[in-house]
């Protein structure tokens, strides 16, 4: 559920008339708690959540799939972050579709350009430097990139993840160290942008290990 007050009370309506009671119920009781969280909390909880939501019965998992989707066409601001943390939700508890792992980077300049701005505007205040970003990273990729300056809509960022699923492995390293490069700010990751980076990763199968040992690697690499 998102932040602006407006998107919370649609949101909340729209939970009336689509989940369980006691599900509404456990939600009220949870939104002081859930409320203060702090950046790099959300995905370990959700981590922890996701083993029991895998145990849904197919009805239970079809009102749980359309109660996410009802939440997210209510948020009046969505951003990247949401948008990879619900990708993350749907992914974890339906788990990853094998796609054939047959296209390079060369081959993804769409895809890639989409990413890496979408990334890249989350980890710098200024457009400019945002540009800046992704043109640097075309260059040590060896792939020509176009800088999309307007936020991406949630369609256009599974658009984009369903293509790069196809990378081949031994590019995803690259890619790894490209989507921690675009998030990085005067040398460090912060909790939301590392947050938004964690969760990207993760939906392509491969998590970070270590997001700031990944950032690290691509500013020895780049510098």
Not at 146 to 153: G, H, M, N, Q, T
């Amino acid at each position: 559920m998102g932040a602006d007050p407006r998107s919370r009370q649609a949101q909340r309506e729209a939970l009336a008339g689509q989940a369980l009671p006691e599900v509404l119920s456990e939600l009220e009781a949870l939104d002081v708690p859930l409320s203060g969280l702090a950046p790099g909390q959300r995905l370990p909880l959700i981590e922890l959540a996701l083993p029991a939501l895998r145990q849904l019965s197919a009805a239970q998992h079809a009102r749980f799939l359309a109660c996410l989707r009802r939440l997210m066409a209510l948020e009046l601001h969505a951003g990247a972050l949401q948008w990879a943390l619900h990708r993350l939700v749907v992914q974890g508890i339906q788990g990853e579709r094998r796609a054939r792992r047959d296209r390079h980077l060369a081959d993804l300049a769409g895809p890639l350009s989409l990413l890496l701005s979408t990334l890249a505007r989350a980890g710098q205040q200024d457009a400019g430097q945002a540009r800046v970003a992704v043109e640097r990273l075309a260059a040590v990729l060896g792939v020509s990139l176009d800088f999309v300056a307007e936020p991406a809509l949630a369609s256009d960022l599974d658009w984009a993840m369903a293509r790069l699923a196809r990378l081949v492995q031994a590019e995803r390293g690259p890619l790894l160290a490209a989507m921690s490069c675009c998030v990085e700010h005067d040398g460090r990751i912060d909790p939301e942008e590392a947050e938004l980076l964690s969760a990207v990763a993760w939906t392509l199968g491969c998590p970070l290990p270590s997001t700031e040992r990944a950032a690290g690697q691509v500013g020895a690499g780049t510098a």
